[in-house]
């Protein structure tokens, strides 16, 4: 079972300085099941605060969210958040009862993020994109019916991070869930989205839909880059 996500209304204020400042302005919004739906934006324009009010780490003030409950969102961050002194396989299946993940489970879903042969190593032993693949099958491993990324491979270099968003698509071609995935890069967006909301000031400014073009996409054909251009007017 996986699930979709609707969002209706949402605002979200913070108190800064005796300042009221509006982060989310009537945020409305749907994510379809066994989708791949990104939130692109500007930096500062709310996602970070979207995402953490979808996972349950952070209020709001006023809307309403049909989300599956808390149990079942799986979150990976910009940075790995991994237990230095543990190994990948205890990171792994770090806090879940063993009746809730089994052996052959975590060796599947080391073997799902390819890091066979490095279940003993520790994160200080790992590469960036390593680490994150590390994180990748950590929220994997609750089995979520939604996952939700923070700018999961900002931090990677080139190379890595389009081996990562490759990674991405083959994962979720073997279990279709459903993922919101957060990036200001309009490239990254093209190339794994299957709907893009552009956020501006607090709201969905511009959605696209891309369920027509298949992976993997060629963000230089003429089509992807006359949408680039629209995103890069919008924002
Ligand atoms: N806990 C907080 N307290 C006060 N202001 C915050 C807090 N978190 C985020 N903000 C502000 O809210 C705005 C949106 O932040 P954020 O959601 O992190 O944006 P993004 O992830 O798109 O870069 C920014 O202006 C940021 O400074
Ligand atoms: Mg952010």
């Given at each position: ?39 692109l934006g500007r930096?500062?324009c ?140 309009i ?11 552009v956020?501006k000031?607090?709201?969905?400014e511009q ?24 995103i890069i007017t919008t924002l």
């Open positions: 079972m996986t699930a979709g996500v609707k969002i209706e209304k949402l605002c979200k204020s913070y108190q800064v300085a005796e300042k009221n400042l509006k982060v989310l302005d009537n945020l409305t919004a749907e994510f379809q099941e066994e989708s791949i739906t990104v939130i930096s500062g709310g996602k970070t605060t979207l995402l953490r009010i979808l996972g349950g780490l952070e209020s709001y003030d006023s809307g309403t969210l049909d989300i599956p409950d808390h149990g079942k969102i799986g979150m990976v961050f910009q940075e790995p958040r991994l237990m230095p002194w543990l190994t990948v396989w205890k990171n792994i299946g770090f806090g879940l009862p063993k009746r809730r993940i089994s052996e052959p489970d975590i060796q599947a879903l080391i073997h799902t993020v390819g890091l066979q042969g490095f279940e003993k190593a520790r994160p200080m032993q790992l590469s960036g994109g390593m680490q994150q693949r590390v994180s990748l099958a950590r929220a994997l491993a609750y089995n979520p019916e939604l996952i939700l990324m923070d700018e999961p491979f900002a931090a990677l270099d080139y190379f890595t991070r389009t081996v990562m968003q490759e990674e991405l698509i083959r994962i979720y071609s073997l279990q279709k869930k459903s993922i919101v995935f957060v990036t200001h890069s490239d990254e967006a093209l190339l794994i989205g299957q709907k893009i909301l956020l000031q607090g709201s969905v959605e696209i839909s891309l369920s027509g073009y298949a992976y993997p996409r060629d963000i230089l054909s003429s089509d992807l880059i006359e949408i680039k251009k629209n």
